[in-house]
């Protein structure tokens, strides 16, 4: 139980929109242009003007939404939610919104991030008699809005927010109103949108390209944004620290055709790409990118060396959830499943494969194999992120820091153990640069704590040791 | 919201086991058994000796649980529950059991009845900061548990029991112990029985005659039965009050071949249908029953009287959840759906009809107009219990008092309304003679009181004006 | 494939509409009256004017189809199937109708019963160029009615049925008619009626009650029943011969609301029940029916007899195709499955079981232990007709004869072999005189043949035997 | 139904193994590779030595495979199929392979193409007195078979072959062997694979490659490649004709990494990318292909170009079958479904958008304006093939000959119709260069038909008209 009740939200995709008469038909759309940022679970909460009412299942939005549970959510406002798999925590009642019922009234929420201090939190509210019916960080949001002293809801709220240590983005509705909140460092990405007359949140632009609406501007690192009957409205619910918008957002998260703080995806891949090119020139053959996140660097990388852009690596389209996995045998008897190398591409060829990051490196290893199964004479991998050496508090999944293959191992220890002819990672520098942003900075920062160890909150163990820290956040 | 957060839980059925090792099994074929007792979703939750995981679903046990599911509950103790369909809730968060989690450990709740207090102790416990997930009773209790004061699990939940008033048979789990707890007044039946060197706990003997368990003996009122690694233990916490055995169960809601309090069902509605035979001895050709509540009844009305028993009505056996419900145009052109009259049996034939009640009238009249569009020459409706007049605050869902047909109509009126011959109703002497029952009785007791008004326990009316009651069950 | 290839057909259930608005629904309500007669498989061909589309699939009707299916179905006339699960034969191609295309028309097929020269015909086909898709007996007629030399389809047709020997109900769809024939001993039932302007086929009466239709008349043997624009026409293709009314429909298979031939299926078994009780008075203290088929002749058992009929088996409503079957291992310890006793009932009692029919006698064995686990002081067995001792060759599963545990053994070894304190079986005398049918009779004839060993029909083997009969029948 | 009776077998995708002890499992992976060439319906026909069972069902292979389903597939080789979406044809008898069951043995087939004189033969069979029950091509192969005079097997398939015009590549699996036939044209793909000591079969090479198999070679046009316990061997049942492999197979039909007649697809594609660049050099700023298929041709261009390769448009991978279609409204609103544009990449650029070809002109409109409302200053269109003039009559769905935008309309007029800014089509010339195919040739022959008109084959016209053809062809 304990791995359950520490930080479990992951990276996640929100969508909400307050008075359209296709609520939800737009929510639909909405979550399924962020499907990549959650596969799961998802979940809608409609808002009825009169209740609030949940759907919510595990899978894909399209297999958990039919036609028919669309048409029946009734209702001008909703916020959805999609989930992103992590292990070990598949129960039903995390799948988000949550949704709570009160007699004062309804509450439903979403969230994006991970949470420093959810362990504590949950331990100082379950001693003050909270009971809790998820394993999500996001009730404790709810358990903490419910418990403040404040006079009104929305002062409410913010005394709640800034309890909260970590990465979030919250989409918090009521009867009355859709709020929005994004912590003070701006971690993950959250924007505003119009369409026609009515206000939408997403996690990322990509939404709003495909249902039609327009880019306003994005959720301020700090911002509270307030939509309701009177309109929109913004509000501060703490001083915006240093921005440190995460880097693998841009890196290999985010969708290519979304612009983060302002910076198209697929342009700052691209441009990572070209960086690594000129900072690691080869002598090879081809390029070529593991789908789907890397064909923008390896196109960059291509465009900057001079080096044919090739398709050497194919990534089968319709293995989703129901697929029935290979055994162990038929693994080692050749059998694929997502990715097949591309034999007439790569036979004979040195080849540049380009990739994303390396966590444990096993991926890459097999991939390595396949392109020189498949005939590649050399395998030059290149990275299009520096080595991930630190854990990330903030809901990247890059696992536990003994298994981050970075965190002990130098580079060429790396390379031998992926079979690669050579390995080069981009450098922090490099990164930074090809980004466009800056390590420590109030407009431009960027969250580079997995490369360098420097976090932009306080961490889990300066909460552990810290007496003082905890009656900061303590909620009474 | 408000019609959601009155008295939600209804007649349900519970089955728990403790220790043996096709727990999942076991549960599966238990609550299979209690099927007539809701069938609008189900839920397991299993303890594997670490954790506690829920399987939940909208639909029959069949539905809801495939064989892999079952094959991945692995663990040797189990709670289970099937639930009522009422009208206008069905979120998927109600299905039960349901379950928290905690730092200090797992706790799932599974519930049968109705709370008279319910709204009253949610508006406490929302004042003091608890914030509710689901619109049911069951979640009441957890959060009574949670903010007890006691220095005990077993205390904290013998004083959160003695909080609540109304009906209610509770089976709570938790990472060590399983425990059974029945209201002071006994409304609702819950048994203990033994398979091989197991303690099971259910609603009705049948789920033990199906599983090959041997019956031990019923729950007592106001008892707290606690089953652990030392076996079973018996303990009191509340002193019991005049037992108040829902005389509902045995006239039409529990199944045949369950025994209720030492009465065997079946035999209870023969005695029933006799005893109707000689309060109403009409002059007629053949007997029938309304399948499949009413076929017992039939059948003593039958052989008491020496008419012969037909089968004048027959169930569609296949009608389920997925059934294509007729249009109303084609209703009108006659199309049936879940019964249809056995012309060959009611041509020409003076029909005595045998019902278990009657609630607002429209089935009895549709009925009577189908044995007579079949040919029969009369029908006489005899109802194997008296008029219900009141409302039932404990589960039972006898609809809300201006919709109940007895409530305000004389039963010549209600005769004319469902076009019958004749129509007569059961005694209440009648009843409770039949049922080998009293009304106020410490061991024999049963509640009549959708039939004379009187409330084995303190209602709705006297807590809304009794401020002193309320006190009285204060939770601090 | 050999056992796949011999007559393949059982008995099924068949159901036909000719323009009608809602040809599909009434189709679907009609073979869900009819589902009892079969629920391995079901398809509906519905006919738009211009072209046949068949739907079919495994499992229930309502399983089957979905309202989108139903609603989509666009069309003025259908014929359904409802297939009997045989062993051995899942294949998706059998279940019906069949339905082939061809640029002179379509023509879609139903077929209830079991033919004798199926394997004769189909080799006699196969070396005529003919291939077959699917192992149904069905699939013959369309061969043959295709190959027929005759000038015009009526023709054909006729000329075809004239080449079958054995039982058979078909229904015949083409673009332009609807076609009913029945073999010329009349066999298994099959029955018009009219839905307002609109004929209507089934294969027992209980499906135009369900659907509110009248019931005008039964198919004869030997005749063809064409219903088309100009209305609905009788002819012969056959003279009849003595008509042979399976007896086991009767007995067990029919719905009891169903008149076959006149007599109403509940009252015959009735009076099955009680020759029963005439032929064998037995001493006991209940009388209790395996549910459902041999409730009636229980009823008429005790009413005959004196001796009170109970509720001493449940049959649990809710097992169906997803029901996970419990391990040999739960059921030895005692996990019981369709079926549950009622100790409350028979606990001490000397118990009359009344069964329709022993087969295996493995059934009867388990009921007769399930029993005398439950208490039961005394069980004897009465069956409601006479013992099987000769394989049926006309769609009831009767099965091999070397499984009927009739045919080797006497009455005493039965017995002994099911555990019972006395069995008795239903003398044929007595069987026609309940039925108040005659072995050989043009009018009330029944085919007693499962039990005499004296079919209507040329056999098997006398096919194999006589090669003037299959010149007779060749076909061409 | 003579819409339906024409020729219905389109472009699919065929995989067989024989002599796997994974038969099933095997099948299910190649079949999963070839998905891209069959979205409609799939199946598997296994063969266990003694039977052969099919399996099928509408959708992806994953939805119609559980893994249940594959691990009761028990046998040791197998033929699968996945078919392509054509309108208006839905049934579910028309899914392959068809299985046919008959006293001298079972068959079963599964066809890639169309034949040219489907609807005369038919016919012909019908009026011999073959009846069909699919409108699939196929069964006409499989009448042929059945009534060929030939004395054995193989030259009753050679004989077969011999009567059908058209496009076929054809897997054949009966009790004891696996065959594969290609039309004398070769005008589909279809590859001989080795996978340890079994052979395998399939319509492209990347299901080698996912299923670890290697190439061995292609099978040639006219040839009959026969696998059997005696191992594999080739025989010529039709000479050779000129090869006239699909140039659309190359353009966008094919995968990839697949290698069509040595030529690998991704590479094909480049190279018509690089042939348009040289053909029509455009001032502009960015690249772009619509993805999936023009993305290889949109590299090669900028390759050749210079000008920078970019993700301009942005493929939606959750759309499947279940995807809820936005309402027109919705789409009117600007919801988007499968494709959406980068507007960080194009805003304020000179667009070159790369796509495979326009056929009705619909899609290219659609993604112009997408790209212009994006903020696109100017799109130039550039297709890479020549304009689709030509009906295909060999399985390609170019649709029909008056719905196709350059049958009767001028670029120019295509352009005004579409809202380039300009548009050009790769020459014939240019795409026979960029292939390294000549138009007639016998070894790198290739059909151009849908370009030029010049069929490889005798058209339907002719066999209308040419009484002396169909003598030909006749069946006896």
């Not at 960027?446 to 007496?467: H, M, R, V, W």
Request: proline share 3%; with cysteine; net charge negative.
């Amino acid at each position: 139980m304990l791995a359950e009740i520490k930080g479990l939200n992951e990276e996640c995709g929100l969508f909400g929109i307050w008075q359209h008469q296709d609520a939800a038909h737009i929510t639909y759309y909405g979550l399924q242009s962020l499907q990549h940022r959650g596969q799961e679970g998802t979940g809608i909460v409609i808002n009825d003007g009169i209740n609030l009412k949940a759907h919510k299942g595990e899978g894909l939005v399209t297999e958990v939404f039919s036609r028919n549970d669309i048409e029946e959510m009734k209702g001008y406002s909703a916020i959805g939610h999609v989930r992103y798999s992590t292990k070990g925590d598949r129960n039903f009642e995390n799948i988000q919104p949550l949704l709570f019922h009160s007699h004062t009234g309804n509450l439903a929420l979403a969230h994006n991030g991970s949470l420093i201090n959810a362990k504590r939190m949950r331990a100082l509210l379950e001693a003050q008699g909270s009971i809790f019916q998820t394993a999500s960080d996001t009730e404790i949001l709810a358990h903490l809005i419910k418990r403040s002293k404040q006079p009104c809801f929305i002062a409410k709220v913010k005394a709640a927010l800034n309890m909260l240590i970590g990465a979030y983005a919250f989409l918090i509705m009521t009867d009355d109103e859709l709020i929005a909140a994004l912590d003070p460092s701006g971690i993950h990405p959250l924007s505003i949108g119009k369409l026609g007359n009515s206000y939408v949140i997403a996690s990322e632009t990509c939404a709003f390209d495909i249902i039609g609406a327009e880019f306003i501007r994005d959720v301020q690192p700090g911002e509270l944004i307030i939509i309701n009957k009177d309109g929109i409205h913004s509000d501060i619910f703490a001083p915006q620290r240093k921005m440190a918008m995460c880097a693998m957002e841009y890196v290999y998260f985010a969708r290519p055709d979304s612009n983060l703080r302002g910076i198209n995806v697929h342009t700052a891949r691209k441009n990572l790409g070209k960086q690594l090119a000129i900072e690691a020139p080869i002598d090879a053959d081809v390029v070529t990118g593991v789908p789907d996140s890397s064909i923008s660097a390896a196109i960059g990388y291509a465009e900057e060396s001079g080096i044919p852009y090739e398709l050497g690596l194919i990534k089968n389209r319709y293995v989703g959830r129901t697929f029935i996995q290979p055994t162990q045998a038929l693994r080692e008897q050749g059998v694929k499943m997502k990715l097949s190398p591309v034999r007439g591409v790569v036979e004979g060829k040195r080849v540049i494969m380009v990739d994303d990051s390396i966590v444990r490196g096993t991926t890459s290893k097999r991939i390595v194999k396949m392109l020189k199964d498949a005939g590649a004479k050399e395998v030059h991998v290149v990275i299009s992120s520096p080595p991930i050496e630190y854990p990330c508090f903030y809901g990247i999944d890059t696992t536990e820091q003994d298994e981050l293959i970075a965190a002990g191992k130098s580079v060429e220890e790396i390379r031998q153990l992926i079979g690669a002819d050579t390995l080069t990672f981009l450098s922090k520098e490099g990164l930074l640069k090809a980004l466009n942003r800056k390590e420590w900075d109030q407009q431009n920062g960027s969250c580079l704590a997995c490369f360098t160890g420097e976090y932009p909150t306080i961490t889990n163990d300066e909460i552990q040791n810290d007496k003082d820290l905890m009656r900061a956040v303590s909620i009474d």
